[in-house]
């Protein structure tokens, strides 16, 4: 039995994973619980008043957002989590933190149950529940009104600076200073590859630089120091977002740099083709890092170039509808290519793209150890030998046979990026998250710096 005391709970807590500046707020006494663990079953460890009946009706059918769970502790040792909008409606950073036993209780919130048979089925007090989902609308993690005027305030405050936040541009330095030095560190470490022709592309990860910071320099690297373009295209990945389709936007992103300006010229061909349905869902960029996390290098690399973004599903993954709402692959793949080919100057691509996630944090029993890492990349290296050859039939055919058990997360962005750019994978360097940032093996995430080349 597992007794969370609410005298042990400190006003504000210490991320012991996760981001470092994290405000943390937590909910009241009586969301305290323990849990049997014979049945699971959820028991209140202090009685709570009765609450008014007449709640909203979303809050009575509770959709709960996508939210990461960031472990945190307090001085006892004592771990919670803390539930991140990563898209950070709210504007102040805030997180509603709850014992871990209640993860389990949240997966039930999928907007098909009420709370009435949500309390019949885990044996939580409804009065309790009442409240959990009154903190969760109140953080923005609810699908409802509250949650729409938060993004709609979110979106006004990006219209008003003409920008993104910065997000995870600013993770490798605060300012232009610090980030340029980091970042030549990173490349004065990293091996030229001695690349000849021209690059038309590359994959890079989107991974954390305390991780994948060698994997970035590897990717960067291969451009000459005076390698000159017009407009850079980053095609990310769609993490937490609500948009299946490709997912655009004519905003700029904030940078340790100042602010990297869309190519509106260039999204104007786009947008001809495709129409606004490519922007119906941009505020999934709130939340999305797979493109601000590049900015630091690319202005280092090329200076502050336009930067076209654009989110990429799989084209594996079927849309949710078929509409036509939203922007398909197949359609999203002719339009680029060929805006391409129509407009002046030089474009690159950069597929912003992780490799595989093993281990307990993304759903695995077994922590990640020696064998398992070698597992891993021995199978790594056999899908990336398939993308090397330049057959996206025969790659996406691979994936969908294996049933994609190591959770490639970035499948669509890059077969887009070869299938735009026409150039020829090669491989400068495979990694993966070092054993020294995870010793409990919570998690394995691999990544690939390749680059394509024009035949």
Same mark, same amino acid.
């Given at each position: @039995?597992?007794?969370?005391? +609410?005298?042990?709970?400190?006003?504000?807590?210490?991320?012991?994973?996760?981001?470092?500046?994290?405000?943390?707020?937590?909910?009241?006494?009586?969301?305290?619980?323990?849990?049997?663990?014979?049945?699971?079953? %959820?028991?209140?460890?202090?009685?709570?008043?009765?609450?008014?009946?007449?709640?909203?009706?979303?809050?009575?059918?509770? *959709?709960?957002?996508?939210? @990461?769970?960031?472990?945190?502790?307090?001085?006892?040792?004592?771990? =919670? %989590?803390?539930?991140?909008?990563?898209?950070?409606?709210? !504007?102040?950073?805030?997180?509603?933190?709850?014992?871990?036993?209640?993860?389990?209780?949240?997966?039930?919130?999928?907007?098909?149950?009420?709370?009435?048979?949500?309390?019949?089925?885990?044996?939580?007090?409804?009065? =309790?529940?009442? +409240? %959990?989902?009154?903190?969760?609308?109140?953080? !923005?993690?609810?699908?409802?009104?509250?949650? /729409?005027?938060?993004?709609?305030?979110?979106?006004?405050?990006?219209?008003?600076?003409?920008?993104?936040?910065?997000?995870?541009?600013?993770?490798?330095? +605060?300012?232009?200073?610090?980030?340029?030095?980091?970042?030549?560190?990173?490349?004065?470490?990293?091996?030229?590859?001695?690349?000849?022709?021209?690059?038309?592309?590359?994959?890079?990860?989107?991974?954390?630089?305390?991780?994948?910071?060698?994997?970035?320099?590897?990717?960067?690297?291969? =451009?000459?120091?005076?390698?000159?373009?017009?407009?850079?295209?980053?095609?990310?990945?769609?993490?937490?977002?609500?948009?299946?389709?490709?997912? @655009?936007?004519?905003?700029? =992103?904030?940078?340790?740099?100042?602010?990297?300006?869309? /190519?509106?010229?260039?999204?104007?061909?786009?947008?001809?083709? %495709?129409?606004?349905?490519?922007?119906?869902?941009?505020?999934?960029?709130?939340?999305? *890092?797979?493109?601000?996390? *590049?900015?630091?290098?690319?202005?280092?690399?090329?200076?502050?170039?336009?930067?076209?973004?654009?989110?990429?599903?799989?084209?594996?993954?079927?849309?949710?509808?078929? /509409?036509?709402?939203?922007?398909?692959?197949?359609?999203?793949?002719?339009?680029?290519?060929?805006?391409?080919?129509?407009?002046?100057?030089?474009?690159?691509?950069?597929?912003?793209?992780?490799?595989?996630?093993?281990?307990?944090?993304?759903?695995?029993?077994?922590?990640?150890?020696?064998?398992?890492?070698?597992?891993?990349?021995?199978?790594?290296?056999?899908?990336?030998?398939?993308?090397?050859?330049?057959?996206?039939?025969?790659?996406? *055919?691979?994936?969908?046979?294996?049933?994609?058990?190591?959770?490639?997360?970035?499948? !669509?962005?890059?077969?887009?990026?070869?299938?735009?750019? !026409?150039?020829?994978?090669?491989?400068?360097?495979?990694? +993966?998250?070092?054993?020294?940032?995870?010793?409990?093996?919570?998690?394995?995430?691999?990544?690939?710096?390749?680059?394509?080349?024009?035949?």
């Amino acid at each position: @039995m597992v007794m969370i005391d +609410q005298s042990r709970l400190p006003q504000r807590l210490t991320p012991t994973i996760g981001h470092s500046h994290l405000n943390l707020s937590l909910l009241d006494m009586n969301a305290i619980f323990h849990i049997e663990a014979a049945d699971k079953t %959820l028991q209140p460890a202090i009685h709570s008043p009765t609450l008014m009946e007449q709640i909203p009706a979303h809050r009575e059918r509770p *959709h709960v957002r996508q939210f @990461m769970p960031i472990a945190v502790e307090n001085p006892e040792k004592k771990v =919670f %989590l803390a539930l991140r909008d990563p898209a950070n409606l709210r !504007g102040d950073g805030n997180s509603p933190v709850i014992p871990p036993e209640l993860l389990p209780l949240l997966s039930l919130f999928q907007g098909e149950r009420t709370l009435e048979e949500i309390s019949e089925t885990t044996g939580a007090p409804r009065d =309790f529940l009442v +409240q %959990l989902v009154t903190v969760l609308d109140d953080a !923005g993690l609810l699908w409802g009104p509250n949650c /729409d005027r938060l993004e709609k305030e979110a979106m006004d405050r990006v219209r008003a600076s003409g920008a993104f936040p910065a997000g995870a541009a600013n993770s490798i330095g +605060q300012d232009a200073a610090e980030a340029t030095a980091s970042i030549r560190s990173f490349l004065d470490a990293a091996e030229d590859p001695e690349l000849e022709g021209e690059i038309l592309g590359i994959v890079a990860p989107h991974l954390d630089y305390g991780r994948g910071g060698k994997t970035y320099a590897a990717a960067y690297k291969a =451009f000459g120091a005076e390698t000159k373009v017009d407009r850079i295209v980053v095609l990310g990945t769609n993490h937490f977002g609500a948009g299946d389709g490709v997912v @655009m936007s004519r905003f700029g =992103f904030n940078s340790p740099f100042g602010i990297f300006h869309a /190519d509106t010229a260039f999204i104007d061909l786009l947008h001809k083709k %495709l129409g606004e349905r490519l922007f119906k869902d941009e505020v999934d960029y709130l939340g999305e *890092h797979s493109i601000a996390i *590049h900015l630091p290098w690319i202005h280092t690399v090329f200076g502050n170039v336009p930067v076209v973004a654009a989110l990429v599903p799989s084209p594996l993954v079927p849309l949710l509808s078929d /509409d036509g709402a939203r922007v398909s692959f197949d359609e999203f793949v002719d339009a680029l290519r060929d805006s391409i080919a129509a407009a002046p100057g030089r474009t690159l691509i950069i597929s912003s793209a992780d490799l595989s996630h093993v281990g307990p944090q993304f759903g695995d029993e077994t922590p990640i150890g020696a064998e398992i890492r070698k597992q891993v990349e021995s199978y790594d290296r056999s899908l990336l030998a398939t993308y090397l050859e330049g057959n996206m039939q025969s790659f996406l *055919h691979k994936v969908t046979r294996d049933g994609n058990h190591q959770r490639w997360c970035s499948i !669509g962005n890059m077969t887009a990026a070869k299938l735009i750019t !026409g150039g020829l994978p090669e491989l400068v360097e495979y990694s +993966q998250s070092p054993t020294e940032s995870d010793p409990q093996g919570n998690a394995l995430v691999s990544s690939a710096a390749l680059v394509l080349m024009k035949v």
